[in-house]
Protein backbone atom coordinates (compact mmCIF):
# COMPACT_ATOMS: atom_id res chain seq x y z
CA UNK A 1 0.00 0.00 0.00
CA UNK A 2 2.98 2.07 0.64
CA UNK A 3 4.21 1.89 -2.74
CA UNK A 4 0.75 2.45 -4.12
CA UNK A 5 0.80 6.25 -2.40
CA UNK A 6 4.11 7.10 -3.22
CA UNK A 7 3.54 6.35 -6.89
CA UNK A 8 0.50 8.32 -6.82
CA UNK A 9 3.20 10.71 -5.38
CA UNK A 10 5.51 10.06 -8.45
CA UNK A 11 2.64 10.30 -11.15
CA UNK A 12 1.36 13.96 -9.45
CA UNK A 13 5.06 15.23 -9.62
CA UNK A 14 5.69 14.67 -13.43
CA UNK A 15 3.44 17.39 -14.86
CA UNK A 16 2.77 15.63 -18.59
CA UNK A 17 1.94 12.37 -16.83
CA UNK A 18 -0.38 14.23 -14.90
CA UNK A 19 -2.00 16.10 -17.25
CA UNK A 20 -2.89 12.57 -19.23
CA UNK A 21 -3.95 11.13 -16.36
CA UNK A 22 -6.51 14.04 -15.77
CA UNK A 23 -7.76 14.23 -19.41
CA UNK A 24 -8.40 10.63 -18.82
CA UNK A 25 -10.36 10.87 -15.45
CA UNK A 26 -12.37 13.69 -17.45
CA UNK A 27 -13.25 12.35 -20.62
CA UNK A 28 -14.42 8.73 -19.16
CA UNK A 29 -16.41 10.80 -16.43
CA UNK A 30 -18.41 12.62 -19.50
CA UNK A 31 -18.89 9.17 -20.71
CA UNK A 32 -19.96 8.27 -17.74
CA UNK A 33 -22.37 11.08 -17.26
CA UNK A 34 -23.50 10.93 -20.93
CA UNK A 35 -24.95 6.91 -20.09
CA UNK A 36 -27.61 8.54 -18.34
CA UNK A 37 -28.42 11.09 -20.66
CA UNK A 38 -31.98 9.46 -21.67
CA UNK A 39 -33.09 9.84 -25.29
CA UNK A 40 -35.57 12.94 -25.40
CA UNK A 41 -39.13 11.87 -25.45
CA UNK A 42 -38.46 9.43 -23.00
CA UNK A 43 -39.60 8.67 -19.53
CA UNK A 44 -37.15 7.17 -17.42
CA UNK A 45 -38.88 5.82 -14.68
CA UNK A 46 -41.34 3.61 -17.00
CA UNK A 47 -38.17 1.41 -18.35
CA UNK A 48 -39.01 -1.29 -16.09
CA UNK A 49 -39.31 -3.83 -18.90
CA UNK A 50 -36.21 -2.89 -20.74
CA UNK A 51 -34.49 -3.68 -17.74
CA UNK A 52 -35.50 -6.74 -16.77
CA UNK A 53 -34.89 -7.43 -20.34
CA UNK A 54 -31.26 -6.62 -19.98
CA UNK A 55 -30.72 -9.06 -16.93
CA UNK A 56 -30.16 -11.93 -19.04
CA UNK A 57 -28.77 -13.64 -22.51
CA UNK A 58 -27.26 -11.30 -25.40
CA UNK A 59 -28.82 -7.71 -23.21
CA UNK A 60 -27.06 -8.36 -20.16
CA UNK A 61 -23.84 -8.07 -22.85
CA UNK A 62 -24.89 -5.61 -24.46
CA UNK A 63 -26.02 -3.40 -21.28
CA UNK A 64 -22.46 -4.64 -19.30
CA UNK A 65 -20.48 -2.95 -22.30
CA UNK A 66 -22.20 0.15 -22.62
CA UNK A 67 -22.01 0.80 -19.05
CA UNK A 68 -25.88 0.29 -18.01
CA UNK A 69 -26.35 2.84 -20.97
CA UNK A 70 -28.73 0.21 -22.83
CA UNK A 71 -31.06 -0.36 -20.19
CA UNK A 72 -31.90 3.09 -19.46
CA UNK A 73 -32.29 4.08 -22.82
CA UNK A 74 -29.55 6.65 -23.03
CA UNK A 75 -27.70 8.63 -26.46
CA UNK A 76 -25.30 6.12 -25.40
CA UNK A 77 -27.20 2.87 -25.69
CA UNK A 78 -25.25 1.30 -28.31
CA UNK A 79 -22.00 2.15 -26.69
CA UNK A 80 -18.61 1.60 -28.57
CA UNK A 81 -19.84 -2.00 -29.83
CA UNK A 82 -20.50 -0.90 -33.32
CA UNK A 83 -17.01 0.27 -34.08
CA UNK A 84 -15.53 -2.81 -32.79
CA UNK A 85 -18.08 -4.94 -34.94
CA UNK A 86 -16.55 -2.54 -38.20
CA UNK A 87 -12.86 -2.89 -36.53
CA UNK A 88 -13.44 -6.91 -36.87
CA UNK A 89 -14.90 -6.98 -40.29
CA UNK A 90 -11.74 -4.72 -41.40
CA UNK A 91 -9.43 -7.26 -39.74
CA UNK A 92 -10.53 -10.20 -41.84
CA UNK A 93 -10.87 -7.59 -44.91
CA UNK A 94 -7.10 -7.03 -44.29
CA UNK A 95 -6.37 -11.05 -44.37
CA UNK A 96 -8.67 -11.75 -47.31
CA UNK A 97 -8.54 -9.01 -49.98
CA UNK A 98 -5.96 -7.88 -51.82
CA UNK A 99 -6.60 -4.37 -52.03
CA UNK A 100 -6.74 -3.81 -48.14
CA UNK A 101 -3.39 -6.19 -47.61
CA UNK A 102 -1.76 -3.58 -49.78
CA UNK A 103 -3.12 -0.73 -47.84
CA UNK A 104 -1.88 -2.46 -44.53
CA UNK A 105 1.47 -2.25 -45.85
CA UNK A 106 1.50 1.66 -46.72
CA UNK A 107 2.43 2.20 -42.98
CA UNK A 108 0.57 5.52 -41.50
CA UNK A 109 -1.01 6.57 -44.51
CA UNK A 110 -2.62 3.08 -45.03
CA UNK A 111 -3.42 3.15 -41.34
CA UNK A 112 -5.32 6.17 -41.82
CA UNK A 113 -7.48 4.88 -44.95
CA UNK A 114 -8.48 1.35 -43.04
CA UNK A 115 -8.97 4.39 -40.06
CA UNK A 116 -11.46 6.14 -42.49
CA UNK A 117 -13.17 2.75 -43.74
CA UNK A 118 -13.55 1.70 -40.03
CA UNK A 119 -15.58 4.51 -39.32
CA UNK A 120 -17.74 4.63 -42.75
CA UNK A 121 -18.52 1.07 -41.72
CA UNK A 122 -19.64 2.10 -38.05
CA UNK A 123 -22.06 4.46 -39.36
CA UNK A 124 -23.30 1.95 -41.65
CA UNK A 125 -23.79 -0.64 -38.65
CA UNK A 126 -25.40 1.70 -36.80
CA UNK A 127 -27.95 2.76 -39.20
CA UNK A 128 -29.06 -0.79 -39.30
CA UNK A 129 -28.39 -1.15 -35.03
CA UNK A 130 -30.42 2.05 -33.86
CA UNK A 131 -34.02 1.66 -35.76
CA UNK A 132 -33.68 -2.07 -33.77
CA UNK A 133 -32.93 -0.71 -30.64
CA UNK A 134 -35.63 2.12 -30.75
CA UNK A 135 -38.36 -0.79 -32.46
CA UNK A 136 -37.05 -2.92 -29.05
CA UNK A 137 -37.95 0.32 -27.06
CA UNK A 138 -41.10 0.78 -28.13
CA UNK A 139 -42.24 -2.68 -27.86
CA UNK A 140 -40.80 -3.60 -24.26
CA UNK A 141 -41.26 0.04 -22.85
CA UNK A 142 -43.86 1.43 -24.86
CA UNK A 143 -45.58 3.64 -22.02
CA UNK A 144 -42.18 5.31 -21.90
CA UNK A 145 -42.68 7.41 -25.47
CA UNK A 146 -44.24 10.65 -24.62
CA UNK A 147 -47.91 10.50 -25.95
CA UNK A 148 -47.13 14.04 -27.85
CA UNK A 149 -44.30 13.08 -29.77
CA UNK A 150 -45.17 11.07 -33.14
CA UNK A 151 -43.74 7.74 -33.19
CA UNK A 152 -41.88 8.69 -37.28
CA UNK A 153 -40.20 11.83 -35.58
CA UNK A 154 -38.99 9.59 -32.67
CA UNK A 155 -37.07 6.78 -34.72
CA UNK A 156 -35.65 9.85 -37.30
CA UNK A 157 -34.58 11.77 -34.13
CA UNK A 158 -33.39 8.83 -32.15
CA UNK A 159 -31.55 7.28 -35.15
CA UNK A 160 -29.01 10.58 -35.10
CA UNK A 161 -28.91 10.67 -31.68
CA UNK A 162 -27.58 7.43 -31.10
CA UNK A 163 -25.66 7.25 -34.21
CA UNK A 164 -24.08 10.66 -33.36
CA UNK A 165 -23.84 9.20 -29.42
CA UNK A 166 -21.38 5.91 -30.33
CA UNK A 167 -19.72 8.04 -33.05
CA UNK A 168 -18.81 10.92 -29.76
CA UNK A 169 -18.11 7.43 -27.67
CA UNK A 170 -15.46 7.03 -30.28
CA UNK A 171 -14.06 10.34 -30.33
CA UNK A 172 -13.65 10.17 -26.47
CA UNK A 173 -11.61 6.62 -27.22
CA UNK A 174 -9.00 8.74 -29.62
CA UNK A 175 -8.78 11.70 -27.45
CA UNK A 176 -7.83 9.67 -24.77
CA UNK A 177 -5.40 7.45 -26.58
CA UNK A 178 -3.38 10.52 -28.08
CA UNK A 179 -3.99 12.89 -24.88
CA UNK A 180 -4.47 10.54 -21.81
CA UNK A 181 -3.17 7.32 -20.63
CA UNK A 182 -3.58 3.62 -22.10
CA UNK A 183 -5.99 2.80 -25.15
CA UNK A 184 -9.08 5.22 -25.03
CA UNK A 185 -11.13 2.99 -27.02
CA UNK A 186 -10.63 -0.46 -24.42
CA UNK A 187 -10.78 1.59 -21.38
CA UNK A 188 -14.36 2.93 -22.49
CA UNK A 189 -15.32 -0.62 -22.51
CA UNK A 190 -13.60 -1.61 -18.92
CA UNK A 191 -15.23 1.64 -17.30
CA UNK A 192 -18.43 0.54 -18.70
CA UNK A 193 -17.66 -3.07 -17.36
CA UNK A 194 -16.19 -1.83 -13.93
CA UNK A 195 -19.77 0.20 -13.90
CA UNK A 196 -21.57 -2.81 -13.12
CA UNK A 197 -19.31 -4.43 -10.36
CA UNK A 198 -20.75 -2.40 -7.14
CA UNK A 199 -24.51 -3.19 -7.58
CA UNK A 200 -23.49 -6.95 -9.01
CA UNK A 201 -21.30 -7.35 -5.66
CA UNK A 202 -23.90 -5.46 -3.73
CA UNK A 203 -26.41 -8.16 -4.99
CA UNK A 204 -24.39 -11.66 -4.60
CA UNK A 205 -24.02 -10.12 -1.05
CA UNK A 206 -27.07 -9.73 -0.04
CA UNK A 207 -28.45 -13.29 -2.10
CA UNK A 208 -25.95 -15.16 0.82
CA UNK A 209 -27.91 -13.99 3.25
CA UNK A 210 -31.18 -14.94 1.70
CA UNK A 211 -32.57 -18.94 1.25
CA UNK A 212 -32.41 -18.64 -2.34
CA UNK A 213 -28.82 -18.70 -2.20
CA UNK A 214 -27.40 -19.37 1.07
CA UNK A 215 -24.29 -19.72 2.36
CA UNK A 216 -23.79 -17.09 4.10
CA UNK A 217 -20.93 -14.51 4.61
CA UNK A 218 -18.32 -17.53 4.32
CA UNK A 219 -19.76 -18.68 1.21
CA UNK A 220 -19.19 -14.86 -0.04
CA UNK A 221 -15.79 -15.04 1.32
CA UNK A 222 -15.00 -17.98 -0.11
CA UNK A 223 -16.52 -16.78 -4.04
CA UNK A 224 -13.99 -13.88 -3.58
CA UNK A 225 -11.22 -15.67 -3.12
CA UNK A 226 -11.90 -18.22 -6.34
CA UNK A 227 -12.42 -14.58 -7.65
CA UNK A 228 -9.15 -13.41 -7.21
CA UNK A 229 -7.36 -16.65 -8.19
CA UNK A 230 -9.02 -16.40 -11.83
CA UNK A 231 -7.85 -13.10 -11.78
CA UNK A 232 -4.63 -13.99 -11.26
CA UNK A 233 -3.97 -16.78 -13.36
CA UNK A 234 -5.17 -14.40 -16.01
CA UNK A 235 -2.61 -11.99 -15.82
CA UNK A 236 0.19 -14.51 -15.28
CA UNK A 237 -0.71 -16.82 -18.69
CA UNK A 238 -2.02 -13.49 -20.63
CA UNK A 239 1.74 -12.29 -19.76
CA UNK A 240 3.27 -15.46 -20.71
CA UNK A 241 5.50 -15.97 -23.53
CA UNK A 242 8.03 -18.16 -25.52
CA UNK A 243 11.21 -16.82 -26.02
CA UNK A 244 12.35 -18.06 -29.25
CA UNK A 245 16.60 -16.89 -29.98
CA UNK A 246 17.59 -15.32 -32.99
CA UNK A 247 21.34 -14.56 -33.79
CA UNK A 248 22.38 -12.57 -36.55
CA UNK A 249 25.80 -13.22 -38.29
CA UNK A 250 27.98 -11.55 -40.51
CA UNK A 251 30.60 -12.33 -43.16
CA UNK A 252 33.94 -12.09 -41.92
CA UNK A 253 37.84 -13.32 -43.40
CA UNK A 254 37.42 -17.14 -45.00
CA UNK A 255 33.98 -16.79 -46.20
CA UNK A 256 32.77 -17.86 -42.87
CA UNK A 257 30.12 -15.82 -40.47
CA UNK A 258 30.33 -14.70 -36.62
CA UNK A 259 27.12 -14.18 -34.79
CA UNK A 260 27.17 -10.28 -33.78
CA UNK A 261 23.93 -9.90 -31.92
CA UNK A 262 20.94 -12.50 -30.41
CA UNK A 263 17.83 -11.42 -29.90
CA UNK A 264 14.75 -12.94 -28.72
CA UNK A 265 10.97 -13.64 -30.64
CA UNK A 266 8.56 -13.62 -27.97
CA UNK A 267 5.59 -15.62 -28.96
CA UNK A 268 2.41 -15.31 -26.51
CA UNK A 269 0.16 -17.56 -24.70
CA UNK A 270 -2.50 -15.79 -26.11
CA UNK A 271 -1.35 -14.12 -29.30
CA UNK A 272 -5.14 -14.02 -29.85
CA UNK A 273 -6.20 -11.97 -26.29
CA UNK A 274 -10.10 -11.40 -26.21
CA UNK A 275 -11.15 -11.94 -30.03
CA UNK A 276 -12.14 -15.69 -30.13
CA UNK A 277 -14.41 -15.31 -27.35
CA UNK A 278 -15.77 -12.16 -29.02
CA UNK A 279 -16.12 -14.32 -32.56
CA UNK A 280 -17.34 -17.15 -30.70
CA UNK A 281 -20.30 -15.04 -28.80
CA UNK A 282 -21.52 -13.76 -32.32
CA UNK A 283 -21.99 -16.62 -33.51
CA UNK A 284 -23.60 -18.30 -30.71
CA UNK A 285 -26.60 -15.77 -30.56
CA UNK A 286 -27.31 -16.58 -34.29
CA UNK A 287 -29.27 -19.60 -33.30
CA UNK A 288 -30.77 -17.79 -30.48
CA UNK A 289 -32.00 -15.04 -32.16
CA UNK A 290 -33.54 -17.94 -34.85
CA UNK A 291 -34.89 -20.22 -31.60
CA UNK A 292 -36.92 -16.90 -30.71
CA UNK A 293 -38.93 -17.53 -34.12
CA UNK A 294 -38.94 -21.03 -33.65
CA UNK A 295 -42.39 -22.78 -33.14
CA UNK A 296 -41.35 -25.60 -31.46
CA UNK A 297 -39.20 -24.11 -28.79
CA UNK A 298 -39.75 -27.28 -26.29
CA UNK A 299 -37.03 -29.00 -28.60
CA UNK A 300 -33.98 -30.39 -26.14
CA UNK A 301 -31.68 -28.76 -28.31
CA UNK A 302 -33.57 -25.52 -28.78
CA UNK A 303 -33.71 -25.16 -24.95
CA UNK A 304 -30.25 -25.58 -24.33
CA UNK A 305 -29.41 -23.08 -26.92
CA UNK A 306 -31.18 -20.66 -25.15
CA UNK A 307 -29.30 -21.55 -21.86
CA UNK A 308 -26.10 -20.36 -21.14
CA UNK A 309 -25.31 -22.75 -18.46
CA UNK A 310 -26.35 -25.50 -20.80
CA UNK A 311 -23.79 -28.23 -21.30
CA UNK A 312 -24.76 -28.19 -24.67
CA UNK A 313 -23.91 -24.33 -25.07
CA UNK A 314 -21.33 -24.66 -23.47
CA UNK A 315 -19.54 -27.39 -25.27
CA UNK A 316 -20.08 -25.72 -28.80
CA UNK A 317 -19.09 -22.55 -27.01
CA UNK A 318 -15.98 -23.59 -25.92
CA UNK A 319 -15.24 -25.78 -29.28
CA UNK A 320 -15.84 -22.47 -31.34
CA UNK A 321 -13.52 -20.55 -28.86
CA UNK A 322 -10.70 -23.04 -29.71
CA UNK A 323 -11.19 -23.24 -33.24
CA UNK A 324 -11.08 -19.19 -33.61
CA UNK A 325 -7.68 -18.99 -31.43
CA UNK A 326 -6.41 -21.10 -33.99
CA UNK A 327 -7.68 -19.15 -36.79
CA UNK A 328 -6.77 -15.94 -35.27
CA UNK A 329 -3.63 -16.50 -34.25
CA UNK A 330 -2.80 -17.65 -37.98
CA UNK A 331 -4.10 -14.87 -39.62
CA UNK A 332 -2.55 -12.89 -37.36
CA UNK A 333 1.38 -14.21 -37.08
CA UNK A 334 2.89 -15.21 -40.46
CA UNK A 335 5.47 -18.14 -39.69
CA UNK A 336 6.49 -17.87 -43.41
CA UNK A 337 6.85 -14.10 -43.33
CA UNK A 338 9.15 -13.87 -39.96
CA UNK A 339 11.08 -16.50 -41.50
CA UNK A 340 11.59 -14.02 -44.70
CA UNK A 341 12.52 -11.32 -42.91
CA UNK A 342 15.15 -13.41 -40.80
CA UNK A 343 16.65 -14.38 -43.80
CA UNK A 344 16.79 -11.28 -44.90
CA UNK A 345 18.79 -9.20 -42.03
CA UNK A 346 20.98 -12.39 -41.89
CA UNK A 347 19.30 -13.61 -38.83
CA UNK A 348 18.58 -17.68 -38.38
CA UNK A 349 17.64 -19.83 -35.30
CA UNK A 350 20.26 -21.87 -33.74
CA UNK A 351 20.44 -25.59 -34.94
CA UNK A 352 17.61 -24.32 -37.64
CA UNK A 353 18.47 -24.01 -41.12
CA UNK A 354 17.34 -20.75 -42.51
CA UNK A 355 14.00 -20.60 -45.20
CA UNK A 356 10.96 -23.24 -45.13
CA UNK A 357 12.87 -25.08 -41.69
CA UNK A 358 12.91 -21.87 -39.44
CA UNK A 359 9.05 -21.44 -40.67
CA UNK A 360 7.99 -24.76 -40.20
CA UNK A 361 9.86 -24.39 -36.92
CA UNK A 362 7.94 -21.22 -35.88
CA UNK A 363 4.55 -22.46 -37.07
CA UNK A 364 5.08 -26.24 -34.64
CA UNK A 365 5.77 -23.79 -31.92
CA UNK A 366 3.14 -21.84 -32.41
CA UNK A 367 0.86 -24.76 -32.26
CA UNK A 368 2.01 -26.33 -29.33
CA UNK A 369 1.39 -22.89 -26.96
CA UNK A 370 -1.71 -22.29 -28.64
CA UNK A 371 -3.51 -25.40 -27.72
CA UNK A 372 -3.18 -24.75 -24.18
CA UNK A 373 -4.01 -21.00 -24.27
CA UNK A 374 -7.16 -21.80 -26.41
CA UNK A 375 -7.80 -24.38 -23.80
CA UNK A 376 -7.55 -21.74 -20.70
CA UNK A 377 -9.41 -19.25 -22.56
CA UNK A 378 -12.59 -21.57 -23.74
CA UNK A 379 -12.03 -22.51 -19.42
CA UNK A 380 -12.29 -18.83 -18.68
CA UNK A 381 -15.18 -18.00 -20.92
CA UNK A 382 -17.47 -20.72 -19.63
CA UNK A 383 -16.63 -19.95 -15.79
CA UNK A 384 -19.72 -17.32 -15.53
CA UNK A 385 -21.73 -20.80 -16.28
CA UNK A 386 -20.21 -22.73 -13.69
CA UNK A 387 -20.19 -19.70 -11.06
CA UNK A 388 -24.12 -19.76 -11.75
CA UNK A 389 -24.82 -23.34 -11.55
CA UNK A 390 -23.11 -22.97 -7.89
CA UNK A 391 -25.90 -19.97 -7.16
CA UNK A 392 -23.78 -17.25 -7.92
CA UNK A 393 -26.33 -13.81 -9.21
CA UNK A 394 -25.65 -13.66 -13.14
CA UNK A 395 -24.51 -9.94 -12.67
CA UNK A 396 -22.03 -11.00 -10.24
CA UNK A 397 -21.25 -14.52 -12.01
CA UNK A 398 -20.15 -12.18 -15.30
CA UNK A 399 -17.02 -11.20 -13.47
CA UNK A 400 -15.69 -14.85 -12.72
CA UNK A 401 -14.56 -15.01 -16.44
CA UNK A 402 -15.85 -14.45 -19.56
CA UNK A 403 -14.67 -11.08 -22.17
CA UNK A 404 -14.98 -9.12 -19.22
CA UNK A 405 -12.46 -10.68 -16.90
CA UNK A 406 -10.01 -10.53 -20.05
CA UNK A 407 -10.62 -6.84 -21.13
CA UNK A 408 -10.31 -6.24 -17.26
CA UNK A 409 -7.38 -7.57 -16.88
CA UNK A 410 -5.61 -6.44 -20.39
CA UNK A 411 -6.72 -2.58 -19.77
CA UNK A 412 -5.29 -2.62 -16.38
CA UNK A 413 -2.05 -4.53 -17.52
CA UNK A 414 -1.67 -1.73 -20.40
CA UNK A 415 -2.31 1.35 -18.46
CA UNK A 416 -0.33 0.60 -15.87
CA UNK A 417 3.02 -0.41 -18.48
CA UNK A 418 2.30 2.88 -19.79
CA UNK A 419 1.99 4.67 -16.38
CA UNK A 420 5.26 2.86 -15.60
CA UNK A 421 6.94 3.40 -18.57
CA UNK A 422 6.03 7.39 -18.42
CA UNK A 423 7.88 7.30 -14.68
CA UNK A 424 10.91 5.08 -15.77
CA UNK A 425 11.51 8.06 -18.58
CA UNK A 426 11.81 10.35 -15.13
CA UNK A 427 13.61 7.65 -13.39
CA UNK A 428 10.58 7.19 -10.85
CA UNK A 429 9.85 4.30 -9.54
CA UNK A 430 6.89 2.96 -10.76
CA UNK A 431 3.92 0.02 -9.41
CA UNK A 432 5.68 -2.70 -11.61
CA UNK A 433 9.32 -2.18 -10.20
CA UNK A 434 11.05 -4.66 -8.60
CA UNK A 435 14.97 -5.53 -8.27
CA UNK A 436 16.24 -2.66 -9.04
CA UNK A 437 18.50 0.23 -7.79
CA UNK A 438 19.37 4.12 -7.93
CA UNK A 439 22.86 5.28 -9.20
CA UNK A 440 23.20 8.88 -9.26
CA UNK A 441 20.10 9.42 -9.81
CA UNK A 442 19.60 7.26 -12.71
CA UNK A 443 17.56 3.88 -12.52
CA UNK A 444 20.13 0.10 -13.07
CA UNK A 445 18.81 -2.74 -13.28
Avoid at 142 to 150: T, Y
Avoid at 162 to 177: D, Q
Avoid at 293 to 319: G, P, W
Avoid at 378 to 387: G, K, Q, R, S, W
Wanted: with cysteine.
Amino acid sequence: MKKFFETLKNIWKVEDLRQRVLITILFTAIYRFGSFVVLPGIDPSKLENLQQQTEGGLMSLLDMFSGGAFSNASMFALGIMPYISASIVMQLLAVAVPYFQKMQREGESGRKKIMWYTRVLTVAILVFQAPSYLINLKMQSAGALNSAISWNWFMWTGLIILAAGSMFILWLGERITDKGVGNGISLIIMIGIIARLPSAFMQELTSRFTAIAGGGLVMFIIELLILFAVVCAAILLTQAVRKVPVEYARRVQGNRTRSVARQYIPLKLFAANVMPIIFAQALMFIPLALVQYSTNSTNYIMRSLMDHTSLLYNVIFAILIIAFTYFYTAITLNPTQMAEDMKRNNGFIPGVKPGKPTADYIETIMSRITFPGSLFIAFIAVMPALAGLLNVQQGFAQFFGGTSLLILVGVVIDTIQQIQSHLMMRHYDGLLNSGHTRSNGVAAY
